[in-house]
C-alpha cells in the first residue's frame, strides 16, 4: 500500500511511502496516475477538484481549493486555503454514543496515598514559589540525591519556572493553581516548597491556595529566614524522604489512571496512527472506570463539533462552546489570526490547513462521550473524557495536564521530540521511521498500525502503559528530561 484513502468520502489520499511521477496508484476502488513527485505524509488528489471545492479528507472539508487542481497532483499548502473563521454559534446535535471498548481486570502497581488517590511515582518534588530560588532549589536536589538512600523513592526533581513575581490577577493565580496542583500531585511521595521570602507569591499567599496539608509530606522553606537556604533544603528533602519511604506498590484497578492526551510535531500520519492509537487507548481506559484529559484548544479549532456533539449534556456542551469560542476570543484580543496554524514542521510532515491538523489531534479523544470541560488550572472532578483549557504549546499543555492530575501523558509525535514533563510522558512515533532512528525519544511505534491488526498494537500499547504505571521508566525519564511551563497572558510589572 503506497497511498491510503482515510474515508471513502474522501477525495484525497495521504502517501505513505515517496510517491514518484508517473506510477499508478490504487486507493479504494479509485486509480490514478501520480502527477509529480510527493512525499510519504503529503496528500494528492484523487479526483479532479475545481476551484473553490472543499478538501475532504477523514470524511471532513479540511479547506477549499485555491485552485482547479487535477487527479493525481499534489494537495498542499500551495493550493489550499483553511475554511476557518472567527467565532461560531453552534446548535447541540447529540450523536449516537458508540459502543463502549473491551475492558478487563486491568490492573497496574501504584502508590496509595491516604487521600485515596493513587500515584504511579513515588518521588520528592521540590516547587519553587518563584524564579529567584531556582538554582537553589537545584542544587538541592543534587545534594539530596547524594546525600541519601533513596531506597523506595523514584528520585528527587526541581521544577523550575520564570514566575511568582511581578505578575498581577489571574496571572498570579494561574501560577499558585499550578503549583499547588502539583504539591498535591499523588505521584510526589513528598514535597518541598521553597520561597525566597519577599515575593507576590510568598509562602504566606500560596498557602491560601494550597489550602489543608499534611505536614509531614509538604515542608515549607523560606531562603531569607535561614543562613544556609541549601543546607536547610537538603534537610529537610531528608525528612521528606523518610516519610515517602513508607509507601509501597500495590495493586490498583485500572480506574484509578488518569491520563494526559497531548500531540507535538505532528506529520502526515498522526491522524492515521499515533492519535488513533491513542484514542483506542482512552476508550479503553474510560470503558475500565478512568479518566483521560484532552487539551490543546486551539487544535480542535474545525473539529470542535465532533466533540460538542459527544457532549454528555447540553451544560457540557455549552461548556465546550465557551471553551472554543473563549480561546479564539483570546487570539483576537491580541490581533491575533484564529487560524495561524500549522507550524512549520507540521507543514513540512504533509499537514496542510488547521482543519487537517484538527480532525488528526482530536482522534486522541477516541469515541467516548465528554464528561466535562475544565478551565485552565483546575483538576479532574469526574470519570471520563474530559477537556481541558489550555494552548496548543507543547510544554504549557503537558504541564496543565499533569498539574489537573494526570499521573502519566501520552505524547504522539511525527518529527520528534525529547520533551518530559512532571510526571512520566510516552513518547509515540507516528512512524516506525521516527521510532528507530531516535531510539532515545521515541516509547512505542504506532507506525506498526499500518502493518499489524489493530487490536494487537492497541493491546499491546495499553500493556506497555500499565507497565509504565508500575514503575517502567519513559526515555524521557531515563534521560531526565522534565520541565514545567506555565500560561502567561498578562503584564510583567
Known sequence: MKVLQIHERDNVAVAIEPLVQGERLTAGAVSVQAAQAVDKGHKIALTPITRGENIIKYGFPIGHALEDIPAGAWVHTHNVKTNLGETLEYEYQPGAVAPSAACGLETFRGYR?????????????????????????????????????????????????????????????????????????????????????????????????????????????????????????????????????????????????????????????????????????????????????????????GAEILLMNRAVSREVFDKTVNLVNGFKQYFQSYNQVIYENPSPGNKKGGITTLEDKSLGCTQKGGTSQVVDVLDYGQTLRKKGLNLLNGPGNDMVAATVLAAAGCQMVLFTTGRGTPLGTAVPTVKIATNSDLFRRKPAWMDFDAGRLLREPREQVTDDFFAYCLAVASGQKTKAETMGFREIAIFKNGVTL
Request: a negative charge; aromatic letters at 6%.
Open 113 to 301: 496515598r491516604p487521600s485515596g488517590r493513587v500515584g504511579v511515582r513515588n518521588e520528592i518534588w521540590i516547587i519553587p514559589t518563584v524564579s529567584c530560588v531556582n538554582r537553589p532549589a537545584e542544587i538541592a536536589a543534587k545534594l539530596a540525591q547524594e546525600r541519601y538512600s533513596l531506597e523506595n523513592i523514584d528520585g528527587i526533581f526541581e521544577f523550575k519556572h520564570p514566575y511568582g513575581c511581578s505578575q498581577m490577577g489571574d496571572d498570579q493565580l494561574n501560577t499558585q493553581r499550578i503549583l499547588a496542583n502539583l504539591v498535591n500531585h499523588p505521584n510526589a511521595g513528598g514535597v518541598l516548597v521553597l520561597g525566597l521570602g519577599c515575593e507576590n507569591n510568598n509562602i504566606g499567599e500560596f498557602q491560601k491556595v494550597l489550602g489543608s496539608y499534611d505536614p509531614a509530606r509538604v515542608k515549607f522553606l523560606a531562603a531569607q529566614d535561614v543562613e544556609d537556604e541549601i543546607e536547610a533544603a537538603v534537610e529537610a528533602i531528608g525528612q521528606l524522604i523518610d516519610h515517602a519511604k513508607q509507601y509501597q506498590r500495590q495493586e490498583c484497578p485500572a480506574s484509578e489512571l488518569a491520563i494526559g492526551l497531548k500531540c507535538g510535531g505532528s506529520d502526515g500520519f498522526s491522524g492515521i496512527t499515533a492519535n488513533p492509537l491513542v484514542g483506542y487507548l482512552s476508550d479503553r481506559l474510560v470503558a475500565c472506570g478512568g479518566s483521560s484529559i484532552l487539551t490543546e484548544v486551539p487544535e480542535m479549532f
